[in-house]
């Protein structure tokens, strides 16, 4: 299957800070990138859809201002958590879709965990 | 609205047989997936069903759909220490949304 990345893996920040998260796809070009959050022993959490170069489609209770999403390629997403507060401690994970996949398949990127201290 | 569920825990012998179950509500539903977690990690997609089948077979892995029903579930045959993860199942709504579940915790017993 396709192949999708994000960096970094694991993120440690202080209360306040902004942090970036990159999501590529690999080997194939994504058209739709999906952002999602996970807390510890739940399942995942829809935040955003991004399009390429389009506005990002945040779902219900998501604040855009303060998870911002950047889709300038058809092969990398970002997702940036700006002033971060420990509420914000979670597991973020990207997948890609669209293009040359099959079966409106998603792709998922193997996370990032971020702490917020 | 759209909603996915399925049981939390599932406990089972080594070389025992594992069926996870899943229900589902949007009956527009194209495709049904599950998916693989293992601890620390992103998630794997193990097998997937197109809304207008009932079953899939794929190695160790059997997927069957009763679309009356909307009630997907996996069985893993032969179940090993190494299939020890979560499984979430999940639904591909209308367009290129795909809502899951809040996935299965399978413990293998040696």
């Known amino acids: 299957g396709a192949v999708v990345s994000q960096h970094p893996s694991w993120v440690i920040c202080k209360s306040g800070t902004s942090v970036k998260i990159e999501c590529r796809s690999l080997?194939?070009?994504?058209?739709?990138m999906f952002w999602y959050r996970q807390f510890p022993k739940q399942s995942l959490m829809l935040m955003a859809t991004s399009n390429e170069g389009s506005k990002a489609t945040y779902e219900q209770g998501v604040e855009k201002d303060k998870f911002l999403i950047n889709h300038a390629s058809l092969t990398l997403s970002t997702l940036t958590v700006t002033s971060a507060h420990p509420e914000d401690s979670s597991f973020y994970i990207c997948?890609?879709?669209?293009?040359?996949?099959?079966?409106?398949?998603?792709?998922f990127g193997p996370g990032t965990r971020l702490t917020v201290l | 609205g759209e909603d996915v569920e399925q049981s939390l825990f599932l406990s089972v012998r080594e070389g025992d047989s594992s069926v996870i179950n899943c229900t589902y509500t949007?009956?527009?539903?194209?495709?049904l997936y599950w998916y693989k977690q293992e601890p620390g990690a992103g998630l794997q997609l193990l097998t997937y069903?197109?809304?207008?089948?009932d079953m899939k077979q794929d190695q160790r892995l059997t997927v069957l759909l009763n679309k009356k029903d909307k009630h997907l579930s996996l069985r893993i045959a032969d179940t090993q220490t190494g299939d020890s993860a979560i499984y979430f199942c999940a639904e591909r709504t209308g367009g290129f949304k795909t809502i899951f579940g809040a996935g299965t915790r399978l413990f293998v017993k040696a």
């Open positions: 080997d194939f070009q994504a058209t739709t």
């Open positions: 069903i197109f809304s207008n089948m």
């Open positions: 949007d009956s527009s539903s194209t495709y």
């Open positions: 997948s890609a879709g669209g293009g040359q996949t099959n079966n409106n398949e998603q792709f």
